[in-house]
């Protein structure tokens, strides 16, 4: 009875509790939703080609996650039992993937396991496609800890006028740039990747006596080999379609605040941007849903974009970026359901 009763709590403890996590942070965060969707009527007032805008933006970012992915899943040597992952096939997994993480407890957790289910289903190794989504995973952390550094010059040497805020569609492709020529470098020599690990750890070992520069070197280094292996021969097309998807997703931000007419230097957003991206990674809610929110359109007025401004223009952004491909991801996963079964 006893051994019974602890599988019972094993297997149920935790998601009890992530779920009782999950209800309280959507309380928390309902009454910012009601407010900022009271702001729904506003979005009529938007030039239409500002639709089109972050439309296109939007799509270029899915684009560049399902190429990252085909370039994850590409095999390093030809094996032809192995078919190779087709575009409808990688954006199909994409997608719905996207759509569990935004809806299901779990967040990312649970969009993993939908887009390997369609890979696997579609012919892909288990293990090709669990090393493929690690190191995903990985990179993508890896541009979005890179972000914030370059966020510092970017604030430093940013135009100051606020009425080129318009410049940051100019700013976004500089840091790709950087990002593209940071992360190519970083996979080509692996000292570096050392030397920074070191340096970070020194710093973290003032605060945490246990963290060691050596123990953080090795750690960057183990996660640097991964991203090696699994995009060997790819390396400038994998760092580029990452650092493409994050300043597309940036520059929908811009162009949703350039809609309603928003004064802000285009380095101030980012920083906001920034901001958003880490509490979008925090398990509170599924896909950080309210917390994005409220902390994007907090870090939008802090940086003086005025309130009622910042309300509306986070919701024409998350509009494109996290509400429209719920139902995409929801279609997508009936297809690959229906397909499966006919």
């Known amino acids: 009875m006893a051994t019974s009763r602890n599988t019972l709590v094993r297997r149920w403890g935790g998601r009890a509790v992530g779920l009782t996590i999950t209800g309280v942070g959507l309380y928390l965060v309902t009454p910012a939703l009601i407010t900022m969707f009271s702001a729904w009527p506003q979005l009529a007032d938007v030039d239409v080609p500002w ?20 370039l994850a899943l590409a095999p390093a040597d030809a094996q032809p039992e192995v078919p190779r992952v087709g575009w409808g096939t990688t954006a199909t997994a994409q997608l719905a993937g996207s759509a569990a993480a935004k809806v299901l407890p779990g967040g990312g957790a649970a969009g993993g396991m939908v887009q390997a ?18 190191a995903i995973g990985l ?5 979005l800890f890179l972000l914030p550094v370059l966020t510092i010059p970017a604030l430093l040497i940013g135009p100051p006028p606020a009425e080129q805020l318009q410049l940051g569609l100019v700013v976004s492709v500089v840091l790709a740039a950087a990002i593209i ?33 050596d123990g953080v070197a090795v750690g960057l280094l ?18 580029f379609a990452m650092a493409a998807s994050r300043m597309f997703d940036y520059a929908s931000l811009v162009a949703a605040l350039v809609a309603f007419g928003a004064e802000v230097r285009p380095a101030e957003v980012l920083l906001a941007f920034v901001v958003a991206q880490a509490l979008a990674i925090v398990p509170i809610t599924p896909g950080g849903v309210g917390v994005v929110d409220v902390g994007l359109t907090g870090m939008l007025a802090l940086v003086g974009v005025p309130t009622e401004t910042a309300v509306i223009a986070v919701l024409l952004y998350r509009l494109f970026s996290f509400w429209l491909p719920i139902p995409i991801g929801a279609f997508a996963w009936a297809g690959w359901r229906f397909s499966r079964r006919s």
């Open 51 to 70: 639709f089109f805008v972050l439309a296109v933006l939007q799509t270029g970012r899915l684009v560049s996650l399902w190429w990252l992915t085909k």
């Open 117 to 134: 289910k369609v890979l696997i289903d579609a012919g892909q190794p288990p293990t090709a496609v669990a090393s493929g989504l690690t």
């Open 139 to 143: 990179l993508n952390n890896a541009v």
């Open 181 to 213: 020529a940071i992360g190519v470098t970083a996979l080509a020599w692996p000292r570096l990747v050392e030397a920074t690990g070191r340096g970070i750890g020194r710093v973290l070992h003032l605060v945490r006596r246990s963290v060691t520069p």
């Open 222 to 239: 183990a996660q640097r080999q991964r991203i090696a292996d699994a995009f060997r021969g790819r390396w400038w097309r994998s760092v």
